[in-house]
C-alpha cells in the first residue's frame, strides 16, 4: 500500500475514538497485550514517563521531552491525537515518524491486526513502542490516551508516572464526578513506581493518596514544593513568559522563560520541574542550562503547536486547543486580559460534551462564528449555534473550518483579536499552524 492507502486502512478498519467517538473506545488492555507480544514486548526494553490528566498532559509530556533532549538524551515521544499528520503522534527526538516506516510496519503486521481486531489507538500504542525500541530512545515520554487505568498505553512499567490535572471530560467513559475521573487517572500509579501529581486539587487528592497507599509507591503532590510566580505579564503577541520558581521556600529557578504562554502552563509546570528531578534521581544528568534551553525552547525541539498560538498581528489571531470546562475558564480568563476593540470567537466542538458549563464561560460580548471539524464526531455548527443562543451567545453559523476563520478574520479590524478554538479538531483545520 501506499502512505495514505496505509492511513486509509488505519482510519477505516479499525474505529479511531478521536473521529467517531465513544464507538471508537475500547477499555481494557487484552489487545495491546496481545499485539506487544506477538511484537516481542518492545515496551519491556523501555525507560518511560508516564503522563496522565484531564488538561495539560500534552503541554507537560512535550516540556519533558524537550528538556530530556536539551540534556542529550534520544527522546521518544508518544502523544495523540496529532494536529496535522498523524506521523505527529510519534516522535524521536522532535523527528516524526517516518511515512516509510508506518507502510512497512503495517504490510507486516497487518494479519495480526485481522487477528486480533484492535482498535485505532492500540494500534497505534504498539507502533510506537516498537519504533522507539528500534530507534534505540534512551527515554520514552508516553502521553495516556483517555483516562489511565484501561488506557493501552497502562502496559508499561514506568520509572515515574505524572498526571497533570483532573476536571471534567468524557464522563459518558470515566465517570460522572472529579473522584470517579481521578480513580481512571490513578490507575496508572503502579506498585513502587514515584507518583507525582501537578495541582492539589481538594475534591480527589484522597483518591490519589489512596492508590498511592495501596500500590506503596512515592507520592508528591508538586505544588506543595514548586511555586511558580509570573514575573511580568507577557506582552499578548510574546512567545514566552517569565517566570521565578522556588522549590521548598527557596529559590529554584529565577527568570525562566517558558516557550508556552498560556496562563494554564504555570500549573502544569511544578508537575513538569517535579518529574525531573525524579528523573535526576534515578541517575539521569539533567543540569540547569538544559532544564532551561528545553522549557525555552519546547517548540523549536519537539514541534509542539496549538497551545495559545499566535497566528497573526493587527488583528491578534490565536488559536487554542482546549476543550473542556477546566480550559475553557483558562482560555476566557487569558482572553479578558487582551486589550481588544471586539472579540472574534470562531467556536466548534464535539457531539459528545456536555456544552452547557462550557458555553456558560464564554464571553457574551464577542461574536461568534460557529464551525464544524471536518470530523464524524463533530457536532454540526447549526445545534452549536442553537445551544449558544440559548446561553445568549451571538454570532452566525458557518459550516466548514476555513469559511469560519475566513469570516472572522475579514471582519476583524487591525485593534480586533480573533481567537480559534473549541477543540483539538477545529485548531487542526487552521492554516498556517
Known amino acids: 500500500m501506499t502512505y495514505q492507502q496505509t492511513l486509509d486502512y488505519l482510519y477505516q478498519q479499525l474505529p479511531m475514538f478521536q473521529r467517531v467517538g465513544a464507538a471508537g473506545y475500547k477499555p481494557g488492555l487484552e489487545r495491546t497485550e496481545q499485539l506487544a507480544a506477538a511484537l516481542g514486548n518492545p515496551e519491556r526494553r523501555l525507560h518511560c514517563v508516564h503522563v496522565a490528566g484531564t488538561n495539560g498532559k500534552g503541554s507537560s509530556s512535550h516540556l519533558l521531552a524537550a528538556v530530556l533532549q536539551a ?44 487477528e486480533v481486531q484492535p482498535s485505532f489507538f492500540e494500534m497505534c500504542v504498539a507502533l510506537a513502542f ?53 480513580s481512571e487517572k490513578a490507575g496508572i500509579i503502579k506498585p513502587g513506581v514515584p507518583a507525582i501529581i501537578s495541582q ?50 527557596r529559590l529554584y529557578l529565577d527568570e525562566l ?13 511544578p508537575g513538569v520541574l517535579a518529574t525531573l528531578d525524579e528523573l535526576r534521581r534515578q541517575g539521569f544528568e539533567l543540569p540547569e542550562a538544559a532544564v532551561r534551553e528545553g522549557l525555552r525552547e519546547v517548540g523549536r525541539l519537539t514541534g509542539f503547536r496549538g497551545r495559545w498560538t499566535v497566528l497573526g498581528r493587527r488583528p491578534l489571531v490565536v488559536c487554542d486547543t482546549g476543550h473542556n470546562e477546566a480550559g475553557i ?56 449555534a442553537s445551544q449558544a443562543a440559548a446561553v445568549g451567545l451571538v454570532g452566525q453559523e458557518w459550516g466548514p473550518v476555513p469559511a469560519a476563520v475566513a469570516a472572522a478574520r475579514a471582519a476583524a479590524a487591525p485593534e480586533d483579536v480573533v481567537f480559534i478554538g473549541g477543540s483539538t479538531f477545529v485548531v487542526a483545520e487552521v492554516e498556517g499552524l
Open 200 to 249: 492539589t486539587q481538594l475534591e480527589v487528592q484522597a483518591v490519589f493518596e489512596q492508590k498511592a497507599a495501596q500500590e506503596q509507591a512515592p507520592l508528591l503532590l508538586a505544588d506543595q514544593h514548586y511555586r511558580v510566580t509570573l514575573l511580568r505579564e507577557p506582552a499578548p503577541d510574546e512567545a514566552t513568559q517569565l517566570l521565578r520558581v522556588d522549590h521548598d521556600g
Open 329 to 384: 475558564r483558562f482560555i476566557t480568563g487569558q482572553l479578558a486580559r487582551l486589550p481588544y476593540r471586539r472579540l472574534h470567537f470562531v467556536l466548534g466542538v464535539v457531539n459528545d460534551k456536555d456544552m452547557s458549563k462550557m458555553l456558560a464561560l464564554l464571553p457574551k460580548e464577542a461574536t461568534y462564528y460557529f464551525c464544524q471539524a471536518n470530523i464524524p464526531r463533530a457536532l454540526p455548527a447549526g445545534e452549536l
Open 257 to 269: 522563560e517558558l516557550g508556552l504562554v498560556g496562563d494554564y502552563q504555570r500549573l502544569n509546570l
Open 130 to 182: 516498537d519504533y522507539f525500541t528500534a530507534e534505540q530512545v534512551d527515554v520514552a515520554v508516553v502521553e495516556v490516551g483517555l483516562g489511565g487505568r484501561l488506557d493501552s498505553t497502562n502496559i508499561i512499567r514506568p520509572l515515574v508516572s505524572l498526571i497533570t490535572n483532573i476536571s471534567y471530560d468524557h464522563q459518558a467513559l470515566l465517570g460522572d464526578t472529579l473522584p470517579q475521573i481521578a
Open 71 to 114: 540534556a542529550g538524551y534520544r527522546v521518544g515521544l508518544y502523544t495523540s491525537p496529532h494536529l496535522k499528520e498523524f506521523m505527529e503522534r510519534i516522535k524521536v527526538n522532535g523527528q516524526d515518524l517516518a511515512p516509510d516506516y508506518l507502510v512497512a510496519w503495517v504490510a507486516r503486521w497487518r494479519g495480526l491486526f485481522d
